[in-house]
């Protein structure tokens, strides 16, 4: 039930033996090992070296990686996996993967036969992008039925195939007629924007000719490269298409056939990523050329465990355990009960607790349990849900911060079916069960002043907190004469609200106002500043103020969930009049309400979250602790079992 | 049946309260999607992120449908028995819907921007998305306390 406390460990211990002594310690995955290189150290390890030959290690790895992500990225879209969210991951067994360690060669041999036909792939795409082109350009002269060869000039005469702007094949033909010139024009085909001609002219004329062609923009289109006719040249260009197309089917099925070697491949990535984690650890360790030392932070029940779990692989390694120092960046663990674990979410989202503050959980676990079902308050609501999120849960292989929100979910399924009975909604006005106690439309004032109540305990409870906070850290004083005046300034006030109470209110309010007002300023030099300071502080009343008034969401919320259901029950019964109505009366019902579910689940986490973060953790919490990232066996596709 | 000036002034009231903050939702809603859709160009694997965020300033709208739907209910025009109201009675049901109306058209805006500020915090850091909604949800109490207003005055309003 709070922040888990941490040792620091120091080993050393031999190089040669460093392996295997982070091995256990990755398996066991209960130290974080931190840099000692930029840390002064009074024990005598004068030579922090790195070896040079860690780097090339390490780079070497990076390679092994890169190219067994290639394949594995390669191989993906042609294998069939389970989803993992759904099945689990696969699992690797260490038999399985030492005879995969043994094919390694085989296996990089493999990927490097992958490359090759990866890159065989987009040669042929690329030939086949420039084909697919070339088709296109001589598509339009298909008609034309000489070999393109011929094209060019014979002796006196000379044949150009060109392309002409549509607009302008009219005027050509009539300047080339109004000349006298011996042309010969004859149309072959259209193109998108361009007529094509087959022009055969007199060498003679070439000059006026080309003057011509100048004139109106004329593209002469010389074929270069080819032979035959247009249309033979398609023809053979889609025979290549073809062959292409056939070429890639029957690599894709190599590749398919590849495909069952993925899972392979991935247990390799998994063993080699462990492995380069483990290498970096190297990287912040001191040393000499036979002896390391190395800076690890353990959390104190695992002590005995790291303990052992070293003395089982080497008798050569010192450990020693000692406190954290005052200026120790301690990385921070929680440890909660197990209905409380849900709730870390919450805070692991706003900011993990300062390691040497106070792990709010359990304090907030039961106002977020009570105010989210309140703001969703539907009997029916809570109980889809629960369903949802358990199904959820007990379906798909959820982990870490996504399991933990879906627990949430269902818990606050819970409390929101609590709050339904208490409310009687269920599905609003749809269904009539008389309330536990009483439906907030009717007196929306009494749920109101429940909210105002629910406030006040919150922010005592984070006053005293607070106040907790003072007297841990020996401030006895600061705790009396801040946190505990307010208390009973507080105190004094909400006493007023009661009409048989407000005498002794006076005095307490008083009291503790006074109190406030002689104590504030106690740090000023100054006697005058010690008053101003002391009284500026009661301006502080209308903070709480504020504070209490912003759990009026609490009914708000709760209200609107309530109001929206009815109005969805009120237009489903106007369809309500004949059979068809009958079916689209059920459609707006159980859209209409899975709607409201979802946005007021939205709504309640939101605002019961920022209930937590503005009103409760203003009071006392501390953030900005740094979670603690063991060394630890942390794979990405296979389950290793090494 | 004779329709009075205090009717007319009622439904008045209840149309400003669903669409006055119905267009101010509508416009921050639209104003979160377009900065969600820059961010999912680049990486569509923040889709359902960017989604909460947008949904954000939606919820000033329902709760002016909310306030509608209640003024409807008071005066009686959803059973078809629209109450007799008194010109006085009508610009009471009128003042009470005011709070919800001009907060909720002006905090979805106010709120989209920070909900649009907030899809930049989930493009370069998707892991710290609950600040980006608390500072969102932050502006939201307003419109919160705005439709507690207008509804605890609708509910304290003798109309029959």
């Given at each position: 039930?709070?922040?888990?406390?941490?040792?620091?460990?120091?080993?050393?211990?031999?190089?040669?033996?460093?392996?295997?002594?982070?091995?256990?310690?990755?398996?066991?995955?209960?130290?974080?090992?931190?840099?000692?290189?930029?840390?002064?150290?009074?024990?005598?390890?004068?030579?922090?070296?790195?070896?040079?030959?860690?780097?090339?290690?390490?780079?070497?790895?990076?390679?092994?990686?890169?190219?067994?992500?290639?394949?594995?990225?390669?191989?993906k879209p042609y294998g069939k996996e389970l989803n993992p969210l759904i099945h689990g991951r696969p699992k690797v067994s260490v038999k399985k993967l030492q005879d995969l360690l043994n094919r390694e060669s085989e296996i990089f041999d493999l990927i490097d036969s992958l490359?090759?036909?990866?890159?065989?792939?987009?040669?042929?795409?690329?030939?086949?992008?420039?084909?697919?082109?070339?088709?296109?350009?001589?598509?339009?002269?298909?008609?034309?039925?000489?070999?393109?060869?011929?094209?060019?000039?014979?002796?006196?005469?000379?044949?150009?195939?060109?392309?002409?702007?549509?607009?302008?094949?009219?005027?050509?033909?009539?300047?080339?007629?109004?000349?006298?010139?011996?042309?010969?024009?004859?149309?072959?085909?259209?193109?998108?924007?361009?007529?094509?001609?087959?022009?055969?002219?007199?060498?003679?004329?070439?000059?006026?000719?080309?003057?011509?062609?100048?004139?109106?923009?004329?593209d002469t289109e010389e074929f270069t490269g080819f032979r035959g006719t247009p249309a033979k040249i398609i023809a053979q260009?889609?025979?290549?298409?073809?062959?292409?197309?056939?070429?890639?089917?029957?690599?894709?099925?190599?590749?398919?056939?590849?495909?069952?070697?993925?899972?392979?491949?991935?247990?390799?990535?998994?063993?080699?990523?462990?492995?380069?984690?483990?290498?970096?650890?190297f990287m912040k360790m001191a040393g000499t050329e036979k002896v390391f030392l190395m800076k690890a932070w353990v959390p104190e029940p695992s002590v005995g465990a790291v303990k052992e779990a070293i003395t089982s692989v080497t008798s050569a390694a010192h450990m020693v355990f000692t406190e954290p120092s005052e200026e120790d960046d301690i990385p921070v663990v929680l440890s909660n009960p197990r209905l409380v674990q849900p709730f870390e979410v919450v805070t692991e989202l706003y900011s993990l607790p300062n390691p040497r503050g106070i792990d709010p959980n359990v304090f907030m676990a039961p106002f977020y349990f009570v105010f989210f079902g309140m703001m969703v308050s539907d009997a029916v609501y809570g109980l889809v849900l629960s369903l949802l999120s358990g199904l959820?849960?007990?379906?798909?292989?959820?982990?870490?911060?996504?399991?933990?929100?879906?627990?949430?979910?269902?818990?606050?399924?819970?409390?929101?079916?609590?709050?339904?009975?208490?409310?009687?909604?269920?599905?609003?006005?749809?269904?009539?069960?008389?309330?536990?106690?009483?439906?907030?439309?009717?007196?929306?004032?009494?749920?109101?002043?429940?909210?105002?109540?629910?406030?006040?305990?919150?922010?005592?409870?984070?006053?005293?907190?607070?106040?907790?906070?003072?007297?841990?850290?020996?401030?006895?004083?600061?705790?009396?004469?801040?946190?505990?005046?307010?208390?009973?300034?507080?105190?004094?006030?909400?006493?007023?609200?009661?009409?048989?109470?407000?005498?002794?209110?006076?005095?307490?309010?008083?009291?503790?106002?006074?109190?406030?007002?002689?104590?504030?300023?106690?740090?000023?030099?100054?006697?005058?500043?010690?008053?101003?300071?002391?009284?500026?502080?009661?301006?502080?009343?209308?903070?709480?103020?504020?504070?209490?008034?912003?759990?009026?969401?609490?009914?708000?919320l709760g209200l609107a969930t309530g109001v929206i259901a009815t109005v969805i029950n009120t237009m489903a019964r106007m369809l309500a009049v004949n059979i068809l109505g009958y079916i689209a009366m059920l459609l707006v019902l159980i859209g209409g309400h899975l709607f409201n579910v979802a946005v007021n689940a939205l709504g309640a986490y939101v605002h019961s979250s920022r209930l937590q973060y503005i009103e409760f953790f203003g009071k006392f919490y501390e953030g900005g602790g740094k979670p603690f990232q063991p060394l630890r066996i942390e794979t990405k596709y296979v389950d290793l079992e090494v | 049946m004779e329709v009075t000036l205090g009717q007319v002034l009622a439904l008045l009231g209840a149309a400003m309260a669903v669409f006055l903050p119905g267009i101010g939702s509508a416009k921050g809603v639209g104003m979160v999607g377009e900065a969600a859709a820059g961010v999912v160009t680049e990486d569509p694997s923040k889709f359902s992120q960017t989604l909460i965020l947008q949904a954000l300033p939606g919820t000033q709208g329902i709760y002016g449908l909310l306030t509608g739907f209640v003024v409807m209910q008071r005066i009686g025009i959803l059973g078809g028995n629209l109450l007799p109201l008194t010109t006085y009675q009508g610009l009471l049901v009128f003042a009470a819907c005011l709070p919800i109306a001009?907060?909720?058209?002006?905090?979805?805006?106010?709120?989209?921007?920070?909900?649009?500020?907030g899809v930049g915090i989930v493009a370069k850091r998707p892991e710290e998305l609950a600040k980006g909604i608390t500072y969102a949800a932050m502006v939201e109490t307003y419109a919160v306390l705005a439709l507690l207003a207008s509804i605890l005055m609708l509910f304290g309003l003798k109309l029959a």
């Open positions: 039930m709070a922040i888990v406390k941490m040792k620091k460990m120091y080993l050393f211990g031999l190089n040669k033996e460093r392996d295997k002594i982070l091995g256990v310690l990755q398996k066991l995955g209960a130290a974080e090992i931190t840099d000692l290189r930029e840390e002064d150290i009074d024990i005598d390890v004068t030579e922090r070296q790195l070896p040079e030959q860690l780097g090339s290690e390490l780079s070497e790895l990076e390679l092994k990686l890169s190219r067994l992500k290639f394949a594995i990225d390669f191989l490359s090759a036909l990866d890159q065989k792939l987009s040669r042929l795409k690329t030939e086949e992008s420039r084909i697919k082109s070339q088709v296109e350009l001589i598509k339009p002269w298909e008609q034309m039925d000489i070999p393109v060869e011929e094209l060019g000039a014979t002796g006196r005469v000379e044949v150009r195939a060109v392309a002409v702007p549509k607009k302008d094949f009219k005027s050509l033909r009539d300047k080339v007629v109004e000349k006298e010139l011996p042309v010969e024009i004859i149309p072959v085909g259209e193109g998108r924007e361009k007529s094509l001609l087959l022009t055969v002219y007199h060498i003679s004329a070439k000059s006026d000719i080309q003057e011509l062609f100048k004139e109106f923009a004329v260009l889609q025979e290549r298409l073809k062959a292409i197309e056939t070429e890639r089917q029957k690599i894709k099925t190599e590749i398919s056939r590849l495909a069952n070697r993925l899972l392979d491949m991935e247990a390799l990535y998994d063993y080699w990523l462990l492995e380069k984690q483990k290498k970096e650890n959820a849960l007990w379906k798909l292989k959820l982990k870490g911060m996504g399991k933990k929100l879906v627990e949430l979910l269902f818990l606050g399924g819970i409390s929101t079916f609590i709050w339904g009975m208490i409310f009687g909604s269920w599905l609003g006005d749809l269904i009539k069960v008389k309330p536990l106690w009483l439906n907030p439309l009717d007196n929306p004032l009494a749920v109101l002043f429940l909210s105002f109540a629910f406030g006040l305990i919150q922010i005592y409870t984070g006053i005293i907190l607070s106040a907790y906070k003072n007297i841990r850290n020996g401030k006895i004083v600061d705790a009396l004469l801040d946190q505990g005046l307010w208390l009973v300034l507080l105190t004094g006030l909400v006493m007023m609200a009661f009409p048989n109470l407000t005498r002794i209110a006076k005095y307490v309010t008083i009291a503790g106002a006074g109190g406030l007002v002689l104590t504030q300023g106690r740090s000023q030099k100054n006697i005058l500043k010690k008053f101003i300071s002391g009284l500026l502080s009661l301006y502080n009343v209308t903070g709480y103020l504020s504070d209490v008034l912003s759990y009026s969401r609490l009914l708000a | 001009i907060v909720g058209l002006l905090s979805a805006i106010a709120q989209a921007r920070a909900a649009a500020a």
